[in-house]
Structure formats: structure tokens, C-alpha cells
């Protein structure tokens, strides 16, 4: 069964940046694209960026640009997303996702998610 | 961005019963020459992460049950649970992967037993 780990609850102080870790398993690393989703409490969901880890390439939401960092270490087979100059609003569950393979989608990536992480909690509070 | 807009916001319907969620995109999902609708919903439940139901907007993911099913084109879409079960309270999501530079989610339905 594939699954995505995740590194553990955070809390950050506002101004400070955050890095979460996310380690598939039991599929090829390089084969599918990564993305980033967090939920604010009690809230809805948001797309934050993705990463191909095959060629590091990435593609970040409008919302994050310049903000947000998502790089891959291909010899642990694990992705990482930055999140910095956190404030309050920031406070969220993160998580990973894999996007899937459809020959309709550009690039044969969708941008629909099969398998998730099981969240990390970042909190920024002073 | 592709703004969608869910409705109702919530809703309780008795074991057994039909449940009916609205999903609407701010332009069309539909890819005409491939004739796919670029729409996901999701089912999530307290604590978990987002659970893939259904996809192309009608393709039920392995492994989900037949009582979920989904209906619509272009930029209007129906996530229909036929028979509501105990384990089918959770939220659900719609969600466009039809832009290339962003997905976007739906608000969110919570649906629960009356």
C-alpha cells in the first residue's frame, strides 16, 4: 500500500520559517508529482505548490509566491516544503499529497491527489 | 483561479436515504475534444487527510462503494450518496484540476445523520 510519512507537529514563533518532510513509499519517487495542501482550523482546503521530484521542477500558487520553498532529496526519496515569514494565519494542518498519472492531463500529471500524508500541525504563536 | 462554490453548506439526511451535494465551477471544467470534466470530489473525516472518491467527475476510485456517484458537466457537478450510511458523515470537497496553474477546492459539505 503507498503511503506518505510525515515529519511531526511544529510550532513556530511568527516571522519564522517552517520545513516539513514527506517520505513515500511502495511507488517510484521520481515517478509522480508531490503537492501541498494545508486546512486551517476548522476550514476548508489549499493548494500550496507542487514539486516534480524526478526533475525538481516546481510550481507554487500565487498566494505563496516568494514565500514558499519545495525541494526534493532524491537520495532519501523525500520532499520537503518551506514555509517562511509564518504569521498567525499560517496556523494549519500540512500535507502531502501524490498527484496522479492520466494520459488527459498535461504532461500525463493531474493535479488530483490519490494518496495523503497524514498531516503535520504547524502552529505560529508567540 | 477557478473559484468552485459547494452547496448546500451542510446537511443531515436519515440512514438510508439519498444524499445530494452541489458543485459549482466559475467556468468550465470541460475539455471538450477529450470530453473529460477535470472535477475530484473528496471525502474527509475528522482527523484524517482527504480520502479521493471520485474523479473525471462521474470515475469512482477503486475500492469506493457503488452508493457514491457523481454527475455533471462543465460547471455544474453532483456528488450523490444513495443510500446514506453511519460511516459516510464527513465533509466533503469538490475540486478542479482543470487549470494548470492551480487547483482550487470547494468550501466544503458536512453531511450528517438526522
Known amino acids: 500500500q503507498v503511503q506518505l510519512v510525515q515529519s511531526g507537529a511544529e510550532v513556530k514563533e511568527p516571522g519564522a520559517s517552517v520545513k516539513v518532510s514527506c517520505k513515500p513509499s511502495?511507488?517510484?519517487?521520481?515517478?509522480?508529482?508531490i503537492h501541498w495542501v494545508r486546512q486551517a482550523p476548522g476550514q476548508g482546503l489549499e493548494w500550496l505548490g507542487w514539486?516534480?521530484?524526478?526533475?525538481?521542477?516546481?510550481k507554487y500558487a500565487q498566494n505563496f509566491q516568494g514565500r514558499v520553498t519545495m525541494t526534493r532529496d532524491t537520495s532519501i526519496s523525500t520532499a520537503y516544503m518551506e514555509l517562511s515569514r509564518l504569521t498567525s494565519d499560517d496556523t494549519a494542518v500540512y500535507y502531502c499529497?501524490?498527484?496522479?498519472?492520466?494520459?488527459?492531463?498535461?504532461?500525463?500529471?493531474?493535479?488530483?491527489?490519490?494518496?495523503w500524508g497524514q498531516g503535520t500541525l504547524v502552529t505560529v504563536s508567540s | 483561479d477557478i473559484v468552485m462554490t459547494q452547496s448546500p453548506d451542510s446537511l443531515a439526511v436519515s440512514l438510508g436515504e439519498r444524499a445530494t451535494i452541489n458543485c459549482k465551477s466559475s467556468?468550465?471544467?470541460?475539455?471538450?475534444?477529450?470530453?473529460?470534466?477535470?472535477l475530484t470530489w473528496y471525502q474527509q473525516k475528522p482527523g484524517q487527510p482527504p480520502k479521493l472518491l471520485i474523479y473525471?467527475?462521474?470515475t469512482r476510485e477503486s475500492g469506493v462503494p457503488d452508493r457514491f456517484s457523481g454527475s455533471g458537466s462543465g460547471t455544474d457537478f453532483t456528488l450523490t450518496i444513495s443510500s446514506l450510511q453511519a460511516e459516510d458523515v464527513a465533509v466533503y470537497y469538490c475540486q478542479q484540476y482543470y487549470s494548470t496553474s492551480s487547483a482550487t477546492f470547494g468550501r466544503g459539505t458536512k453531511v450528517e445523520v438526522k
Open positions: 499529497a501524490r498527484g496522479t498519472i492520466e494520459p488527459s492531463c498535461s504532461n500525463n500529471h493531474c493535479f488530483f491527489f490519490d494518496y
Open positions: 473525471w467527475a462521474s
Open positions: 511502495r511507488y517510484t519517487f521520481t515517478g509522480y508529482y
Open positions: 467556468q468550465s471544467v470541460l475539455d471538450s475534444p477529450k470530453n473529460k470534466n477535470y
Open positions: 514539486i516534480s521530484p524526478n526533475s525538481g521542477g516546481t
